[in-house]
Each structure stands twice: as structure tokens, then as C-alpha cells.
């Protein structure tokens, strides 16, 4: 059975930083399309970052670009989004997606991925 647990999230200020990860149980994270998605409330989910994890390839929304980085931890099997310079239009739910190799041209694409977490929440208060 497929799991993706997210952890990392809590509350900081403005201007700090904050490091989720995305753990996967009965899946590995190799040649395949991990994305961090986020959802505040009342507003559809929106797709934050991507990474191809068989060759690296990363992609992010423009709303966090030059603050986040996405990465993966082979060794750990963990897709980590770092997260600098928050802001506090950054805060909501934060959750982790998977999906074949191919998702990665269509990343914001919720219907796009097979497995998803739970979520960890991100406040951001300014």
C-alpha cells in the first residue's frame, strides 16, 4: 500500500523559513514526477513545485520562485521543499503528490497524480 506522509510544516513570521518533507511507504521515488501542492481556504489547489526524479528536473509556480526548492533525498527516499522568504499569502495546506514520469508536463494538474498525503499545514503571519 502506497503512503506519502508529509511533516515540517507549523507557524513562523514573515520572512522565515520553513523545510516540509514528503516520506513514501510502498512506493520509491525514482523515475517517477513528486509534486508539493498547497490549498488555502476557499481556493482551489495549487500546484507550488515539481521534480522529476529520475533525472532532476524541477519546475515551480511563479509565486515562489527564487524562495522555494524542491529536492530529493535518494538515500532517505523523501522529497524536501525548502521554503524561504515566506510570506503570508504562502500560508495554507501543503501536500505532497505522485505520479508517473510523464506528469511532469502537466505538474499542476491535481488529476494528474495517482497518490497523495494527508497535508501539513503552513501559517504565515506577517
Known amino acids: 500500500q502506497v503512503q506519502l506522509v508529509e511533516s515540517g510544516g507549523g507557524s513562523v513570521e514573515a520572512g522565515g523559513s520553513l523545510r516540509l518533507s514528503c516520506a513514501a511507504s510502498?512506493?520509491?521515488?525514482?523515475?517517477?514526477?513528486v509534486a508539493w501542492f498547497r490549498q488555502a481556504p476557499g481556493k482551489e489547489r495549487e500546484g507550488v513545485a515539481v521534480?522529476?526524479?529520475?533525472?532532476?528536473?524541477?519546475s515551480y509556480a511563479d509565486s515562489v520562485k527564487g524562495r522555494f526548492t524542491i529536492s530529493q533525498d535518494n538515500a532517505l527516499n523523501t522529497v524536501d521543499l525548502q521554503m524561504n522568504s515566506l510570506k503570508p499569502e504562502d500560508t495554507a495546506m501543503y501536500y505532497c503528490?505522485?505520479?508517473?514520469?510523464?506528469?511532469?508536463?502537466?505538474?499542476?494538474?491535481?488529476?494528474?497524480?495517482?497518490?497523495w498525503g494527508q497535508g501539513t499545514q503552513v501559517t504565515v503571519s506577517s
Open positions: 503528490a505522485a505520479g508517473p514520469l510523464g506528469t511532469f508536463w502537466r505538474w499542476a494538474l491535481p488529476m494528474a497524480y495517482n497518490y
Open positions: 510502498g512506493y520509491t521515488f525514482r523515475r517517477n514526477c
Open positions: 521534480i522529476s526524479t529520475g533525472g532532476g528536473s524541477t
